[in-house]
Every structure is written in structure tokens, then in C-alpha cells.
């Protein structure tokens, strides 16, 4: 049976016929070992000369972004990641300062450190990340795991955190962004609730339904909720529901955008599985990734994965995937053309495509312990997903 969380982000099927271990992850952050790989051009470039520091940033119990701007309030440091690691974990990976300079010594904190692994003459990007290898503890589980072996199975959907977890609104907000609905935009902001969420977050947020309220209980809206706290006030300032909107750092409006994409890929996915459609092979006619990353039309005898649009703007029809995606739009009253939005021009997006199935390599497991290599943009938890078929992904640690 699928969670009712799942369906909630697009996801309404299962790739494998493996039953299931239960279990939960997370129970301590040692449970879960994320560990960033680059490819062997950009580790080569890394050497002892002038240019830019690289440092190995290890951290635990802090995300990324929270990480980075305390070592620029401690070191007036400004260093770019590859990728982005949650708090619920312990991670390694690579940053990059935006300057040339000699950066600053190896440092520690009781959350994170940071080494200074060398310097590169051009500064690293998101594209030298090639992937990331993943060490997962599974307790209380029925000690199966050494049956899964059904990891190159997997379809590569976008996984809970894309959405917000525990509160899934980051698509909505982009829908209603799509629609040009701001009120409804502000509105999920401020006041979409969810099971989850605590007692707390959740009471203000039923005051914050009414905007009559937003002044009076400006001052109760807790300083984490940071974001809520900046659509309160433009809208307490101007009672403008797309300047509010507007108001919102521009990465966190592109995510919003960039999460209603995902969930329109999972629903895409799951109808095209569902279907019969063959999404773990290329056929004649589809689009493929090579393994350099690199977009192009079906080649027999290369070594490719299958890719499904990702719809934008741009949206490429000709796929054997255009009947599912189609049905999609039309029951979300979305057209491509949406995707330009006039009103906030820096935020429209074109789309592209994305790998149908996750490229699970180095793969094996060990009594409650699994151990594997994704490639870059896929999440561990849905690989999890499919090993422990939780009744409730959140209970589960997910």
C-alpha cells in the first residue's frame, strides 16, 4: 500500500516487488553517513598553487546553508557547496571560496569543520559533483535486508525533501505561483498546515488564515519561521499579495517553481510505470543521458539512461511519454506556456529532462546496514523507500 504521503508528492507506485524490511533510519545522526564524490578531473585539479581554496567541509546536526554562514560570520569566509547536506545526518563535501586568496586555516566547531584540501584555478562547481556515497543504519527492522537486491530497479522519483518533509506545500506554492494565484500563494505560505508540523507552528498558523490577524500576531511567529516573518510583513506594510511573494529570496522562489516541476516528473513517472511503459531501458525515439551527463537522442550499443521531460516552457512533446504527461497538465490546469510568468520573469524555467531511473552503483549490505553510490540530483531515501516500504515515511525517519 502506498503511504498517503507519497501520493501527496506524485508517487503512487512502487518499482519493486520486494515486500518490504520496515525499520526506521535516523534514530542518531551516526545512523546515516553522506559522502560527496567528485569526478577525477576536478580531484586532479585540486593542487598546492595560488587560486581558489577548496577545504573538505564534515559536519553534523546543521544543513549546509546554516554551516556556511556561520564560517562567514566567524571567518568572513563566503564559500559556494556542490551540493546541499540536511542536519539529519553526518556529511562530508566539498566548498569552494568565490575569491582568489589564501582562504583560511583548518577549523573546527562541536557542529562541523573544515579543511583546507588545496587550491584550484577555476572555481568548483555543481557539475564537477558527480554523485554521492551513502552509509545507512536500518534499525528495528525484520533483518532482510541482504534480500534486496532489486537496487537497478528503482525509478528515480524526487523525494520528500524537495517538497518540505514534513510540511509537503514547497509545490503548491510553486502551482500557485503558476496560476498567478498570489493570495493563494501567500495564503499556503502562511497558514498550510500539516499532521506533522508542531503543535506549536501549527496554532499560529490557524490565526495566520485570517488576514485581519496578521498584525496582531506578527510578534508570535517564531524568528525560525523566517520566511513566513518576511510575507507577513510585506503584507502588513502593503497588503500586496505578489510584492509579498516578490519578497522572498529569488533561490527559494526558483525552488518553489523547481518543486512543482518535481511533482508533475513523479506524477509522470508513476502513470508511465503504471502504464507498462519499459523505464530501466532506452528504446528508439527516447531521449538519454550518457555517462558523462551529457543529453541526445537513443544510440544502440551506447551506454545510455533513459530520460523523461522535465516540463517547463520549453516542454518537448516528442516522447513516447506525452500521453501520460499531457493527461497530467490537463488535470492540473497547467499549460508549458505557464512556466514564462510575466509577472516574476526570474523565476520562469524552461524545464529539460531527467533520468528515469536511479544509477545505483557500489551497492551491498551488511546485518541492518546498507551501503551505495548514487549519481548527482538522486535521493537515498527513495532507494530506502523501496527496500522498507514504510507504513509512514516521516515515523520512519524519512
Known amino acids: 500500500m502506498i503511504p498517503h504521503l507519497d501520493s501527496l508528492i506524485g508517487i503512487s507506485v512502487y518499482s519493486t516487488n520486494f515486500k518490504g524490511i520496515g525499520g526506521k533510519i535516523r534514530i542518531e545522526p551516526e545512523d546515516f553517513h553522506v559522502s ?99 552509509k545507512i543504519k536500518i534499525t528495528e527492522s525484520t533483518n532482510d535486508l541482504s534480500s534486496f537486491v532489486d537496487y537497478e530497479k528503482t525509478l528515480n522519483f524526487y523525494g520528500y525533501q524537495r517538497f518540505g518533509s514534513k510540511r509537503p506545500v514547497t509545490h503548491l506554492i510553486g502551482k500557485a505561483i503558476l496560476q498567478r494565484d498570489f493570495k493563494n500563494a501567500v495564503d499556503l505560505v502562511l497558514s498550510f498546515t500539516s499532521s506533522y508540523d508542531s503543535k506549536e507552528n501549527t496554532e499560529i498558523r490557524e490565526k495566520l488564515i485570517d488576514p485581519a490577524n496578521y498584525k496582531k500576531y506578527f510578534d508570535q511567529v517564531p524568528y525560525q519561521m523566517d520566511i513566513e516573518r518576511i510575507v507577513l510583513e510585506e503584507m502588513i506594510d502593503h497588503s500586496d499579495p505578489l510584492k509579498a511573494i516578490h519578497a522572498i529570496p529569488l533561490s527559494l522562489r526558483r525552488f518553489y517553481i523547481q518543486a512543482y516541476q518535481s511533482f508533475i516528473f513523479n506524477q509522470s513517472l508513476s502513470a508511465a510505470f503504471s502504464d507498462g511503459e519499459n523505464l530501466f531501458e532506452a528504446e528508439s525515439g527516447d531521449v538519454c543521458f550518457d555517462f558523462k551527463g551529457i543529453i541526445g537522442k537513443y544510440v544502440k550499443g551506447m551506454d545510455q539512461y533513459l530520460a523523461l521531460p522535465f516540463v517547463g516552457y520549453s516542454y518537448y512533446k516528442k516522447t513516447r511519454f506525452d500521453y501520460q504527461i499531457s493527461k497530467i497538465l490537463q488535470e492540473e490546469e497547467i499549460a508549458p506556456k505557464d512556466f514564462f510568468i510575466k509577472e516574476m520573469q526570474e523565476v520562469s524555467n524552461e524545464g529539460g529532462f531527467r533520468q528515469a531511473a536511479i544509477h545505483c552503483t557500489d551497492y551491498s549490505s551488511h546485518d541492518d546496514v546498507a551501503e551505495f553510490t548514487l549519481s548527482r540530483g538522486s535521493f537515498a531515501t527513495i532507494l530506502l523507500r523501496e527496500i522498507m516500504k514504510p507504513d509512514d515515511p516521516m515515523i520512519a525517519g524519512f
Request: a positive charge; one cysteine or more.
Open 36 to 134: 560527496e564524490r567528485i569526478s577525477e578531473k576536478a580531484k586532479n585539479s585540486i593542487g598546492e598553487n595560488d587560486g581558489y581554496a577548496v577545504y573538505k567541509l564534515k559536519k553534523k546536526k546543521i544543513d549546509t546553508n546554516h554551516a556556511l554562514s556561520d564560517i562567514f560570520k566567524k571567518k568572513g569566509l563566503r564559500l559556494k557547496a556542490l551540493g546541499l547536506k540536511d542536519a539529519s545526518a553526518i556529511t562530508e563535501q566539498f566548498v569552494c571560496a568565490g575569491n582568489k586568496g589564501r582562504g583560511v586555516d583548518s577549523f573546527s566547531t562541536e557542529k562541523y569543520s573544515l579543511e583546507k584540501i588545496g587550491n584550484v584555478k577555476k572555481p568548483l562547481s555543481k557539475k564537477d559533483m558527480i554523485g554521492n556515497h551513502f
